[in-house]
């Protein structure tokens, strides 16, 4: 029977308490039983879909247990592995942590697995975009890639396919929060701000998360950071090499003839990018800085960031109404997101709002000079407005068909409107592509009324 290993390296571990089952514990829950593990599972709001699969898997599924039952069963368990995104105020992190069980990572279970080359990439925001970058940067230069992690491929399970050479980890802090093993080849940290403090207890444990992703460099790995970010610049590792990306002297650069260069010489000139946003800039040479690092060729990186097609939800421009252009930049989840778009822009009429991680979403102001006005949407209308009312015009909207009327109405002459919420998007939406797509939907109907002269929403014009 296979076994696997123990997080302190003792006795392997056999029995695992998975706590919450969301895609990545489900496969977490069937990569242990192939191995010979024993799994329990615990899960506070299942639906009959977890509870068909865990009866297909022969687990028994404990809903919502007492403080007391979770105890007992974590007192009967070698370790726990917690589902990425539970709160670290949950019970079972205090009490594994009393009971001395550790609590392990799905990347930790990748890494006792796998021996195989790991590129990891963290940050507040970009993460999607840079891992994207990096994997077609590698295809081109003949190296088989595969995104794993805080995607649609848990990291457990991407480790199945043995043609893959090198695994591109996109590392959230939930995932890192933990890790005992984790420790990747290439580590780049893109960039931190505030975000997800529902979910880690305070901002600097989701600092001290994040810097996980250098915990356990050697001499062999490459540090990848940006320069012009303190916090980050702050966990850099005594060990290992570091290359830096950013302005300044940077090792990756936008040098004085606009062109982006790394240690080696120019890769290519910033107008030849798919497209140059500051942050689409700052991405690309985050991107260019690790494919490099993992063993990319120079014409390989050129040939990704000259036709990278760009994410969905990202600053993608929808449909264009009287003269302004309408963006879904839905993707935008954070205050610091939201700035970096806006500063793309001269001049934008903001959609804002959506359910707050509990951030200070007044710091989107500091690009109040990048707004004409504001839509405010969602629970945290009230705290879009308050932060903008002193200093631009802001209406608030009951839905998102209302808040593309005003937003088009406020931006006759031509200004771009811009939906990025600075907020997730779990108050009207399953998810932040449910909220661009309903935008989109929404910029679309709002055309062909436009077009059949419908009525539109009332209100003034901008103050």
Not at 108 to 114: N, P, R
Not at 172 to 182: G, N, P, Q, V, W
Not at 262 to 284: F, K, M, N, T, Y
Request: with cysteine; charged share 25%.
């Amino acid at each position: 029977m296979n076994t696997t290993s123990s997080p302190s390296g003792s006795a392997p571990s056999r029995r695992w308490l998975l706590v919450g089952m969301g895609v990545t514990n489900r496969a977490v829950a069937g990569a242990l039983l192939r191995r010979g593990g024993s799994v329990a599972v615990v899960d506070e709001n299942p639906d009959d879909d977890l509870r068909d699969a865990c009866s297909k898997l022969g687990l028994e599924l404990v809903e919502s247990p007492s403080t007391d039952q979770l105890a007992d069963m974590i007192s009967r368990t070698d370790s726990v592995v917690p589902a990425p995104g539970l709160p670290e105020s949950h019970a079972a992190f205090a009490l594994a942590d009393e009971a001395h069980k550790p609590v392990v990572s799905e990347l930790d279970l990748a890494a006792d697995w796998d021996d195989r080359p790991v590129i990891a990439i963290t940050g507040t925001n970009g993460k999607t975009t840079v891992v994207e970058l990096v994997l077609d940067c590698l295809g081109r230069s003949g190296i088989k890639a595969v995104g794993a992690g805080n995607t649609e491929i848990p990291m457990v399970s991407a480790i199945d396919d043995r043609s893959v050479e090198v695994f591109v980890v996109e590392a959230s802090s939930f995932r890192l929060a933990r890790t005992a093993r984790f420790r990747p080849s290439v580590a780049t940290w893109l960039n931190f701000a505030p975000d997800h403090l529902d979910i880690h207890s305070s901002l600097d444990a989701y600092e001290a998360s994040k810097a996980k992703i250098w915990a356990r460099c050697s001499q062999s790995t490459t540090a990848v950071a940006n320069a012009d970010d303190p916090a980050v610049m702050a966990h850099v590792p005594a060990m290992g090499d570091l290359v830096t990306f950013g302005s300044g002297d940077a090792d990756w650069r936008v040098d004085e003839d606009g062109a982006l260069r790394g240690p080696d010489g120019p890769v290519l000139r910033q107008e030849e990018l798919w497209r140059s946003l500051p942050h689409d800039v700052i991405d690309a040479l985050a991107a260019a800085a690790t494919a490099t690092a993992a063993g990319a060729t120079r014409e390989a990186v050129a040939g990704a960031l000259r036709s990278f097609p760009g994410l969905a939800h990202r600053v993608q421009e929808v449909a264009t109404i009287d003269g302004s252009v309408f963006y879904d930049d839905s993707k935008a989840t954070t205050p610091h997101a939201t700035v970096s778009a806006l500063r793309g822009f001269d001049s934008v009429v903001l959609i804002a709002g959506g359910r707050n991680k509990e951030i200070d979403l007044s710091t989107m102001v500091s690009a109040v000079d990048h707004v004409a006005a504001v839509v405010a949407i969602g629970e945290s209308a009230d705290e879009v407005t308050r932060a903008f009312e002193s200093h631009r015009h802001v209406e608030t909207a009951s839905n998102m068909d209302d808040a593309v009327a005003r937003a088009a109405r406020l931006a006759r002459g031509g200004l771009p409107v811009l939906l990025s919420p600075g907020c997730a998007s779990f108050d009207w939406y399953v998810n932040y592509g449910e909220r661009g797509r309903d935008f989109a939907r929404a910029v679309v109907d709002h055309s062909k009324s436009a077009r059949t002269g419908s009525p539109t929403t009332p209100g003034g014009d901008i103050e």
